[in-house]
């Protein structure tokens, strides 16, 4: 019986929580942001965040030199992203500095399909190769990232056969992966939710200051939001925290995304480190 009065009571504390001073919802609450596009929609909120009116100049150049060719981005990357850009510039252009959530479903699938997976592998013959290598004009850490990373494969599939190629392929594989950093795959698997999550707080955090509310208050205030804003949040991205310690620090770990961010616009696209 009490604990029913305490919830009638704490639903009409609520009530009574004035919610002006919030930046609009598109900047905060993204719940509505699935785990499809969880790595794109953060990558492009904090591009946001960093750059207000344009993406990244640097974030384009390399789009631009991605979508001339593809394998000196790979390169360039060092092979370890798991998106990199193709034809960002173009869909960023037209549709940034737009909030993620408020574009269609149309208009995020655009920009998403303008990033790739990285490839596993690539297989090409020499003369491929060597056609498609920017032997002139490419910068030394490309070239550089060439020598060290690929390889001169010759199978004899007519003397030995294809099975006992892929077998020698496999053992020579599995001794050289050894020399390589291995992929965090059970942390790379996670969407970074908690990112945008961060970045939810970073903006309250911001209005809140400017409104002179406190961070209790503003702690209240999301619980009043949402009680009359009722939405799904599967992914836990909603921006409520049990303590002003915990607020803070999701603060602090968003500043510290935008800062890695600013150096390398990709990285969310990849993982959190």
């Known amino acids: 019986m009490n604990r029913l009065r305490d919830m009638k009571n704490l639903q009409t504390k609520l009530k009574s929580i004035d919610l002006k001073w919030l930046p609009p919802a598109e900047e905060w609450d993204f719940r509505s942001v699935t785990v499809n596009e969880c790595r794109v929609a953060c990558h492009w909120e904090y591009e946001r965040e960093n750059h207000p009116s344009t993406p990244n100049p640097v974030a384009q150049h390399k789009a631009g030199a991605a979508a001339k060719n593809t394998a000196s981005m ?9 998106y990199y850009p193709t034809n960002y510039r173009q869909a960023a252009r037209e549709l940034y500095p737009q909030a993620w959530t408020t574009l269609t479903k149309e208009q995020r699938q655009k920009v998403m399909e303008s990033f790739s997976p990285a490839p596993v592998m690539q297989v090409r013959k020499l003369r ?8 002139s004009g490419a910068s030394p850490e490309i070239l550089q990232s060439y020598l060290q990373h690929s390889y001169v494969v010759v199978p004899n599939f007519t003397l030995h056969g294809v099975e006992a190629v892929i077998k020698e392929f496999e053992k020579w594989a599995r001794k050289e992966a050894k020399q390589y950093r291995q992929s965090r795959r059970a942390q790379a698997a996670e969407p970074p939710f908690d990112a945008l999550k961060w970045l939810a707080v970073a903006r309250l955090d911001k209005a809140r200051r400017k409104a002179h509310v406190t961070i209790d208050k503003a702690r209240e205030t999301m619980l009043a939001y949402r009680q009359e804003n009722r939405q799904l949040d599967s992914n836990s991205v909603f921006p409520i925290y049990a303590s002003d310690g915990a607020w ?15 150096n390398d616009s990709s990285f969310l696209l990849a993982e959190l480190a």
């Open 74 to 82: 790979a390169a360039q990357s060092g092979a370890t992203r798991i």
């Open 128 to 135: 491929e190769f060597f056609k498609r290598m920017p032997m």
């Open 248 to 262: 803070s620090k999701a603060n602090t770990d968003s500043q510290r995304c935008q800062n890695k961010a600013r």
